[in-house]
């Protein structure tokens, strides 16, 4: 146990570090010299070229730079931002409330709708099944900007129920609602039809178990068969998918920010990059996979409690598999 | 795509009317979606018959012109034609994926049959090496090197490949190693063929459907990324007719309630890739019915 968890942590640093190393290095790997790569068409005054060439390290060797580097991100500091002329980690702090609202506003969506659904289809065969299954085909393939788009076309624009803009971040919790609720459906789609189609799969998967059919027949009431003996065992696929979701969702936010002018951290990724500021990209990259990693750690290490007849190794066995 | 379903199906040579008819008894759906992938294959290549207007071409007197007989599906902010800037987005929009696509699928077949077929440490490297990969979403990664080098479909069609690589590469090397357990192929091993002869010549026709059948959706998501990282400013640049840019401007359009700008390419981005998806699926499910 405590051995699969430190193999399981220590894998994770490795990535991260992958990633760090990966990163850092673009500045170099990208053409021209890193000065005039992170200052791209921003005139280079002596201060400016001292204060990348200090910020980054460049008088270094290359593998020292990238130890000094990775040192001052453990401690927090990516940097300043080229474009705001601010501190990386406070932009990030300043704009993460708002795509965290986001995120999960959406999710509760995708695990409200995508698993309702799932259950509804595998439940009703015949019209109603079809017609979920035919729903959820056309929402895992409209991108997040179509469905942003058509939102904004029918909900802002011709009925005019919700804004087309903004994050509402000053006019508390209904503020919030009122304008993340369009972002968090077009976020939701894609995502909400994926579940749905996984929870379907699981559930009659275990529909089909002998399990089920002795509950049925010692006379066990037909919700209750659903919920703990089909549903409970159906989790777990449901929990791993839930957990690889994550890293789509937070690069999806980054479109849906930007088709609805929401002032989070995924719009800040876009702007950054349109607008050649190179220390804002760093420290979002590293921030997405970072996340991602974790949390799919976290639902490998859930799965035991979720199906206690799981040992940690087969959960991930199960991962790999499905 | 249909050529492979037909000799997946049937070891015979048939002609082309039994093809036809093997696609038929897929089911309705499936000739429907394989129709759509054809009919915007040859849209994308005829592009300049079909289209009734330059796409480029602005006339800023006729702007956001709604629906009429001479603009089908109207004109955007620059007066230029929804619907020839459609059929011309149809170009670019097909072209990366199957980029991508293609590129992936060959570096993906290679990486999972060594790994499959050398098995050990080899295996182990490649298979923990792909599976670290997975941390790093393909947008991400495309996003990254646009903040690297320029835009344009240069550099994420680069991304999207390697980040596509790996799911192709796990994917082979599961359908591998099961083929690879086949008697057939101890039994080719026993008379003395070359590793490098089975592989090419015995294990992998043997796999080619069913990653073709992966492949196909992956063009789908590899398509809608696309798009997206078109939208973003970051794929193909303007004024090149593109499905991902034309909703790029068409979003301003929609502001001013002039809708088919925007929403003409969204609807033919979902198209194409349910089109991909049924196809794909439909692919799959002649594989597994065969193995059966």
């Known amino acids: 146990m405590v051995r699969y968890i430190s193999g399981r942590v220590l894998g994770l640093v490795l990535v991260l570090l992958v990633t760090s190393f990966v990163v850092f290095s673009a500045v170099h790997l990208a053409p021209g010299d890193p000065v005039t790569f992170l200052m791209r068409g921003r005139p280079i005054t002596p201060q400016t070229r001292a204060a990348v060439t200090e910020q980054y390290h460049l008088d270094d060797p290359f593998f020292t730079q990238y130890f000094k580097w990775l040192g001052d991100v453990l401690t927090g500091d990516f940097g300043r931002s080229v474009q705001f002329r601010q501190d990386v980690g406070h932009l990030i702090g300043d ?3 708002t795509t965290l609202w986001l995120i999960g506003y959406s999710m509760v969506l995708i695990c409200v709708f995508g698993i309702g659904l799932g259950i509804i289809s595998a439940l009703k065969p015949g019209i109603v099944d079809r017609t979920v299954l035919i729903g959820t085909g056309v929402s895992t393939a409209t991108p997040a900007f179509a469905s942003g788009l058509v939102l904004i076309a029918v909900f802002s624009r011709m009925l005019g129920w919700f804004p087309s803009y903004g994050s509402g971040s000053e006019d508390g919790f209904g503020g919030r609602i009122q304008h993340l609720t369009l972002p968090a459906i077009a976020l ?17 998967d275990e529909l089909g178990r002998e399990h089920v059919e002795v509950a049925r027949s010692r006379g066990v009431a037909g919700g209750e068969v659903v919920r703990k003996h089909v549903l409970r065992n159906a989790l777990g696929p449901i929990v791993t998918v839930i957990g690889t979701m994550v890293a789509g969702l937070l690069v999806s936010t980054s479109i849906v920010e930007t088709v609805f002018s929401t002032d989070g951290v995924g719009s800040l990724l876009i702007r950054s990059v349109t607008n050649k500021d190179f220390p804002v990209v760093q420290a979002l990259t590293l921030l997405i996979v970072a996340v991602f990693v974790i949390v799919n750690l976290i639902v490998d290490l859930l799965q ?6 799981l040992s940690l190794t087969q959960s991930t066995k199960r991962r790999g598999a499905s | 795509m249909t050529a492979a379903t037909a ?3 049937a070891p015979t040579r048939r002609g082309a009317t039994a093809r036809l008819r093997g696609i038929a008894a897929q ?8 129709v759509v992938l054809v009919l915007l294959t040859l849209m994308a290549i005829f592009a300049p018959l079909i289209a009734p207007y330059d796409p480029n071409a602005i006339d800023l007197g006729n702007s956001l012109a709604g629906s009429s007989a001479d603009h089908l599906l109207g004109t955007d902010q620059s007066g230029r034609d929804v619907l020839s800037r459609l059929i011309f987005g149809a170009r670019t929009g097909l072209l990366g994926p199957l980029l991508v696509v293609v590129i992936s699928t060959v570096i993906g077949i290679a990486l999972g049959i060594v790994a499959a077929w050398r098995g050990g440490w080899v295996d182990s490297f490649l298979s923990r090496t792909m599976d670290a990969m997975f941390a790093f979403p393909a947008m991400l990664l495309a996003i990254l090197c646009v903040a690297m080098f320029d835009a344009g479909l240069t550099a994420p069609v680069i991304a999207m490949t390697v980040a596509y690589s790996p799911y192709v590469g796990r994917y082979v090397r599961s359908v591998a190693v099961q083929e690879k357990a086949r008697p057939y192929i101890e039994s080719y091993r026993v008379q003395g063929w070359s590793g490098w002869v089975i ?10 459907p069913s990653v073709l059948a ?14 997206g990282l078109s939208f973003l400013g970051f794929g193909v640049q303007p004024p090149t007719a593109d499905w991902g840019t034309m909703v790029n401007e068409g979003q301003s359009a929609i502001m001013k309630d002039a809708f ?3 929403l003409a390419p969204c609807f033919a981005i979902i198209v194409a890739v349910v089109a991909f998806g049924i196809v794909g699926e439909g692919i799959s499910d002649r594989v597994a019915k065969r193995e059966k």
């Open chain 1, 304 to 309: 035991p409690l979720i199906d206690p007849r």
């Open chain 1, 95 to 97: 704009k993460l409330p």
């Open chain 2, 214 to 227: 992966q492949s196909t959706i992956n063009f789908g998501y590899a398509l809608m990324e696309l798009a």
């Open chain 1, 188 to 204: 939701a789609l894609t995502f909400t039809g994926l579940l749905a189609r996984v929870t379907r799969a699981a559930m009659l």
């Open chain 2, 199 to 208: 592989c090419t010549k015995h294990l992998l026709p043997n796999i080619v």
């Open chain 2, 260 to 262: 088919m700008p925007g």
């Open chain 2, 27 to 34: 089911g309705p759906l499936f000739t429907g979606a394989v």
């Open chain 2, 7 to 9: 000799t997946a199906a």
